[in-house]
């Protein structure tokens, strides 16, 4: 995406009209040719009557297409297409079109301009005219074309806007029901559920009642059924599977102790000596011999963030943060040689750790927006949280490969975040678990991103 105002060529209108200007303004006649032509010389012909230009009929938001039903797809020439002044802007728009859409359920949906043969933007709406939130937002997902992904709430109307970034052309707007978003069913699926973890065959997750609920429970589900994993009268929260064990964090009163269990013998076991202490342990993941976890200290008032090797003990502090107004530090995932966490100092950032090279980066935050709860793969691909300020606010799930360049991939939607991911690999690429949690009331459920 372009960083600046003239990384891209004027946009091809400006310049027509300012070639138009020039030529008229040195052939126009003097007050002398005003009164007719010298004797002997023609007249010049009289200039040509040229058509007026017509926009296409949904040019204006008042005049969206009506998208009835999906998927949905349409071929549109955008060339005479304008820009209102009380347009929202996504990125820069020129030469836009409105669509409109009233899903009768709630469901994930992608839309794309991928077959436009020209520089395209696209944006989601909800809102009335001059007053529109913005949903989602795309410039260049797939080369020069756009592709956004939010999570459609049943009855309310979405507005895509699709622009050029250089005058009009030929557009292709698709818009489909996205199959790789989906609720996971988990067990008592009415309940609030949160912190994700998954191993091929086996996901985990903290269930609460919707009201009145006193412990958060913690269950595993593999192919053979549901099984409850921490103690009676205590909170239990998922953290990451190893090799037949899960490892998750159980809260009984004031002290917080990170825990093992097999979900084969369904037992529970300790960790080795050095990972509990008097303090408050949490957010337990594992990778091999690895554990990541976090530590506050109620004495020192600080936030800490500690690799551990189980195997010879060894143990490195990633991170620590003294407490104050939206000051943290908190661990993300391990996975193989790669750790993720993140740092609020009030700005959020994310941090990447490769374990064999003893190296830390911070991921790329260019637009300065809020980056947190990380998680990661073997390849050190980041998959993480973007917002604005405040719970909802224009909240992405992106992700940034080791390297290369971020991709947001989905939109939670207005008035909906997300408190913890979880990256698991597999055959058919990177399954990415992540909440989605209603900012008025709480309301959370668990559910998977497939990235291939």
């Known amino acids: 995406?372009?960083?600046?105002?003239?990384?891209?060529?004027?946009?091809?209108?400006?310049?027509?009209?300012?070639?138009?200007?020039?030529?008229?303004?040195?052939?126009?006649?003097?007050?002398?040719?005003?009164?007719?032509?010298?004797?002997?010389?023609?007249?010049?012909?009289?200039?040509?009557?040229?058509?007026?230009?017509?926009?296409?009929?949904n040019d204006e938001l008042a005049t969206a297409t009506v998208i009835g039903g999906l998927p949905f797809s349409e071929a549109l020439s955008t060339v005479e297409a304008t820009t209102n002044l009380d347009d929202p802007v996504c990125v820069d728009d020129d030469a836009s079109v409105w669509y409109a859409y009233t899903p009768p359920t709630t469901a994930w949906l992608t839309a794309d301009t991928i077959g436009s043969d020209y520089d395209t933007t696209l944006g989601a709406y909800t809102g009335t005219p001059g007053d529109l939130t913005e949903v989602a937002c795309n410039d260049d997902a797939v080369g020069l074309r756009s592709r956004i992904s939010f999570l459609a709430e049943a009855g309310v109307t979405y507005y895509l806007l699709a622009a050029g970034w250089d005058g009009g052309g030929n557009l292709v707007l698709s818009l489909a029901q996205a199959g790789p978003f989906a609720k996971i069913p988990v067990k008592a699926s009415q309940a609030r559920e949160i912190t994700p973890a998954a191993a091929v065959g086996w996901i985990a997750w903290a269930r609460g009642a919707r009201r009145n609920f006193r412990f958060w429970e913690l269950f595993a589900q593999g192919s053979e059924g549901t099984v409850r994993v921490n103690r009676a009268r205590t909170h239990g929260f998922a953290g990451g599977f190893d090799d037949g064990t899960l490892v998750y964090q159980e809260v009984r009163g004031r002290q917080s102790n990170l825990q093992r269990f097999d979900l084969l013998r369904e037992t529970r076991s300790g960790?080795?000596?050095?990972?509990?202490?008097?303090?408050?342990?949490?957010?337990?993941?594992?990778?091999?011999?690895?554990?990541?976890?976090?530590?506050?200290?109620?004495?020192?008032?600080?936030?800490?963030?500690?690799?551990?090797?189980?195997?010879?003990?060894?143990?490195?502090?990633?991170?620590?943060?003294?407490?104050?107004?939206?000051?943290?530090?908190?661990?993300?995932?391990?996975?193989?040689?790669?750790?993720?966490?993140?740092?609020?100092?009030?700005?959020?950032?994310?941090?990447?750790?490769?374990?064999?090279?003893?190296?830390?980066?911070?991921?790329?935050?260019?637009?300065?927006?809020?980056?947190?709860?990380?998680?990661?793969?073997?390849?050190?691909?980041?998959?993480?949280?973007?917002?604005?300020?405040?719970?909802?606010?224009?909240?992405?799930?992106?992700r940034q490969p080791l390297g290369g360049s971020a991709e947001v991939l989905t939109s939670l939607g207005a008035g909906r975040d997300?408190?913890?991911?979880?990256?698991?690999?597999?055959?058919?690429?990177?399954?990415?678990?992540?909440?989605?949690?209603?900012?008025?009331?709480?309301?959370?459920?668990?559910?998977?991103?497939?990235?291939?």
């Open 1 to 57: 995406m372009p960083g600046f105002a003239l990384t891209k060529p004027l946009p091809a209108a400006v310049v027509a009209v300012a070639l138009a200007v020039c030529s008229s303004a040195a052939a126009a006649p003097g007050r002398g040719d005003a009164r007719g032509s010298p004797q002997g010389l023609a007249l010049a012909e009289p200039p040509a009557v040229v058509a007026a230009a017509v926009p296409p009929a």
């Open 418 to 452: 997300s408190f913890h991911t979880f990256a698991l690999e597999h055959g058919e690429g990177t399954s990415v678990f992540f909440e989605s949690v209603r900012c008025s009331n709480g309301a959370s459920d668990v559910l998977r991103l497939v990235d291939p």
């Open 271 to 398: 960790l080795p000596a050095g990972v509990n202490t008097r303090h408050w342990e949490w957010h337990p993941t594992i990778s091999g011999d690895w554990l990541l976890f976090g530590r506050s200290n109620r004495a020192s008032r600080t936030d800490a963030v500690f690799l551990r090797n189980l195997a010879d003990g060894r143990t490195i502090l990633l991170d620590r943060r003294r407490w104050g107004t939206r000051r943290i530090a908190e661990p993300g995932q391990v996975n193989g040689d790669y750790a993720v966490w993140f740092r609020c100092t009030p700005r959020c950032d994310v941090f990447l750790h490769d374990i064999a090279q003893g190296t830390t980066t911070k991921v790329p935050n260019p637009q300065a927006r809020q980056q947190y709860d990380p998680s990661v793969t073997s390849d050190g691909t980041v998959y993480f949280v973007q917002s604005g300020r405040g719970c909802g606010t224009s909240v992405r799930l992106v």
